[in-house]
Nanobody, 120 residues
């Protein structure tokens, strides 16, 4: 069973930075998609960034140029570096893992519990 534990959220002023981490345990060497999602207050969950097994990345237009997704395979950890934060980035941020056959059917296999990011 894969378990995901996020950390690094908090409160920051606009223009500031935060780095989110997601510790992944129980994962085999399968080629997973690793992603960050967020859910702003009163809104639906949305995709933020994704990285595949080859290291290719993709970002939501709203965060391009400000956020960077990365992974450390040796540490089984996923990261999200968030710079130039805006109040509209305020949300609960979730780490997510999906097998390729799930990802291409818009299915997430595993979710973390979330970490709150508040930008004022």
């Amino acid at each position: 069973q894969v378990q995901l534990v996020e950390s690094g959220g908090g409160s920051v002023q606009a223009g500031g930075s935060l780095r989110l981490s997601c510790a992944i345990s129980g994962r085999s060497n399968e080629n997973y998609f690793l992603a960050w999602f967020r859910q702003p207050p009163g809104k639906e969950r949305e995709g933020v960034a994704v990285i595949d097994s080859d290291g290719s990345t993709n970002y939501a237009d709203s965060v391009k140029g400000r956020f960077t997704i990365s992974k450390d395979n040796a540490k089984n950890t996923l990261y999200l570096q968030m710079n130039s934060l805006k109040p509209e980035d305020t949300a609960m941020y979730y780490c997510a893992v999906a097998r390729p056959d799930s990802w291409y059917r818009d299915i997430i296999d595993y979710w973390g519990q979330g970490t709150q990011v508040t930008v004022s």
